[in-house]
């Protein structure tokens, strides 16, 4: 898990003379170079001691930069859960849980308890930290704390102490990091998914991808159909809008949320108080929001701006019940009453790592930075177009519009990545599942991805809400299941009801992505 979009991709030419790979692992080390790390022999083991003695790590090795397999290396780590029954296997489950910067050797472990036996019998469940990541040769810039609070929003009287906010963030990446930065892409990640299933001894592979890992398993189809089994994409990132494109759609998919709110919580004045017209209910959030811009509200001892409370919100107007309690509580800390012991604004404690110390203190900021920043060369360098866009998006989605489109670090980031983006068009067949309401990629995200892969099915689940479907026994389950325990994509898209109720409540983030200081609700990453 972070969000928004652009364009400007360039056809995939390079892949067969990048990818050595694609020649067979048994060819000649001269005629394929990447036959070393095909062939390696994974060593492995219990991962630690508080995961079960079933799920099994190691450690491998891939290159660097694939153009250069001979020069520099990178681990990379992996873990499997064997699930399968020698009658039923097809293969091995690869598993992403998002991001950029999000590890998952611990996937296998946790969706063990989350995917129906009938999957577990034909799949082994295969996890692994992305390069840079975790415990895959993890990238640090060294950030503060101020440095890694990277949602911010426009105001002309910061906007220089912002814009060299990040110009500092990129030039500590680009001075403990390097040439490094530049081969942290998802182009790279795709083929170490790759070496992967040579390594496992695999023809093919099957995946289940979630947020950022829809964009990551729809590279891999793109560079690899041929070895691309049943791919089941989850809550999905719109290929034609990374990365600026796809921070910036937050702010877009927030506004009919947000409308969408207001006519729910008016229809419950009696409850909440917040007024009895969807105007109404308008005007007494960003009457609240204009109050804590003139004096930050107390909020159990954290300091809440107009900005903290549009940020925090943001994503808790997906899910309406969640938002007109937060909502309400904020009107009775400024009418003076104290917060309530058990109201829905508490501020979270800090998420510790669940990966070893030797991983940098800023690891999932760098990891997202250096794979957002490297994987296009689409990012403006002229820090006016960002004031200019800023100004102009707050106007167009006041609710986050400054925030998704003021500057970031990518627009200082030295080296660019080492190829294009890749553009996403293929007939491979696909699983696309995706909520109505959900606030990191909304469903025009979703559809995008779905408009890029013309072989797929998508699966739109009306009235759901969350990031995160596939194993929360939601209406798409049944599809996804059948997919991959059969092969078999429905005849055409399909749209299916979530229960009733469901949507009132913001459904949990099921990704392991930090939320950021404020108000509780919201995540920050893909």
Known sequence: MRSSRIPLFLAVSAVTTLVPALTPATASAAENPLRPYLQQKPSWHRCDTESPASLQCATIKVPLDYGRPGAKKLDLAISRMKTSTKKDRRGVLLLNPGGPGAPGVDMPQYMADELPKAVKNKYDLVGFD???????????????????????????????????????????CNRKQGD??????????????????????EKKISYLGYSYGTYLGSVYTQMFPKRSDRFVLDSAVDPAR??????????????????????????????YK????????????????AQADRKPIDLDGTLMTGDDIRNGLRGMFFGT???????????????????????????PEPVPPSFGRTVPEDNDDAGFWAVVCADTRAWPRDPEQYRKDAIRDKGRYPLYGDFASHIKPCAFWKKNGSEPATR???KVGALILQNEWDSQTPLTSGQGLRRALKGSKMVTVAGGVGHGIYGTKSCADKTATTYLTTGKLPAKDITCKAAPA?????????????????????????
């Open 180 to 201: 490094k930065l530049r081969h942290i892409t998802t182009r790279n990640t795709a083929r170490d998914m790759d070496v992967i299933r040579a390594v496992l001894g």
């Open 321 to 347: 019940r969640d938002a007109a309690e937060a909502v309400a509580e904020l009107k009775k800390v400024v009418a003076g009453a104290s917060p309530s012991a058990d109201g829905p604004l508490r501020t």
């Open 502 to 526: 469901a949507g009132e409540r913001r459904s949990p983030n099921r990704l392991p992505v930090p939320a950021p200081p404020g108000i509780p609700g919201m995540v920050s990453r893909f």
């Open 242 to 271: 990374v990365w600026r494109g796809m921070i910036q759609v937050w702010a877009e998919g927030a506004e009919p949320a947000f409308t969408r709110w207001t006519e729910w919580t008016a229809a419950r004045h009696a409850t």
């Open 274 to 289: 917040l007024g009895r017209t969807p105007e109404a209910v308008r005007k007494t959030f960003y009457g609240l929001v």
């Open 424 to 426: 996403i068009d293929n």
């Open 130 to 172: 992305p390069r840079g990541i975790g415990r895959s040769s993890p990238v640090g810039c060294g950030l503060t704390s101020d440095e890694r609070n990277w949602e911010r929003p426009y105001k002309a009287e910061t906007f220089t102490k912002d814009v060299k906010w990040a110009r500092t963030v990129a030039e500590k």
